[in-house]
């Protein structure tokens, strides 16, 4: 038996997203350590849209299961929705360890190269990345966020048969070119998707970031350093606890 959990959570719908989700989950069991075990938990309906209204509603979400996280015993919770909806608002709520993939994902590309180049799953996603990037004050980092001009569901079935990956790799390849013609020397999939397709080679030199395996290790690196005194929280502005009261209304209203 595995003596730390971690709770990863997903804005995908198991049902509807079942090739992605195994992937995920075989995925995690072949990178985590013994003493660590994974539990993937959906979203349903999962976040289909980038409007402002379905990412709050994601981000509710995530503050409610993190609560349930905390509450089951879970060592941390690793945050598969790289967007980073309440990411702030859900550390707040508990002590354990969270980490959210476009913030853990951005900052340790940082590390690999000196300018990044973001691509997402489709164009509706790019004015999120863009404002992420200036949220992680990261715009001298950045020069450009670009998208592959296809639907999700072309993506799933890109994890489901040969035939769906080979209609979108040239396009994510013609994505990943024009960043690096512009300077970018590393390649940061925006999104579980195409980091679960594309992540963990690299293109021409410049390394491709699977930000999957970089959050389920960093979350293994948390709880280690938690036992050293490291990785707490600041509690002073926008990560302060927020009163009992407040979060016992927030949770009861639905």
Not at 216 to 221: D, L, Q, R, V
Not at 228 to 237: E, T
Request: glycine content about 8%; aromatic content about 8%; some cysteine.
């Amino acid at each position: 038996m595995s003596k730390y959990k971690i709770w990863f959570q997903g804005a995908t719908d198991r049902v509807h997203m079942a090739p992605y989700i195994a992937k995920v989950e075989a995925h995690l069991k072949s990178v985590l350590e013994p003493d660590f075990s994974a539990t993937f938990h959906t979203t349903t309906p999962p976040a289909t849209t980038t409007h402002a209204i379905t990412e709050y509603r994601i981000g509710r979400n995530l503050i409610k299961n993190a609560v349930e996280a905390e509450r089951q015993g879970y060592s941390a919770m690793a945050i598969t929705h790289f967007q980073d909806a309440g990411l702030a608002e859900v550390k707040s709520v508990v002590d354990i360890p969270v980490l959210g993939l476009g913030e853990t994902t951005l900052l340790h590309a940082c590390t690999l190269g000196r300018k990044l180049g973001l691509i997402t799953i489709n164009p509706v996603f790019i004015p999120w990345h863009e404002d992420q990037v200036i949220r992680y004050g990261l715009q001298q980092r950045v020069i450009g966020v670009r998208a592959v001009k296809a639907t999700v569901a072309e993506f799933i079935e890109a994890f489901a048969s040969p035939a769906g990956l080979e209609k979108i790799k040239p396009l994510w390849e013609r994505e990943c070119r024009a960043l690096l013609d512009q300077g970018a020397d590393v390649i940061v999939p925006a999104g579980g998707l195409p980091m679960m397709l594309f992540g963990g080679g690299e293109m021409d030199g410049a390394p491709v970031v699977n930000g999957v395996t970089l959050i389920a290790k960093a979350a293994e690196m948390s709880i280690k350093l938690r036992q050293f005194g490291g990785a707490k929280l600041s509690r002073r502005s926008n990560l302060v606890k927020p009163p009992d009261q407040a979060l016992k209304e927030f949770l009861e209203q639905g």
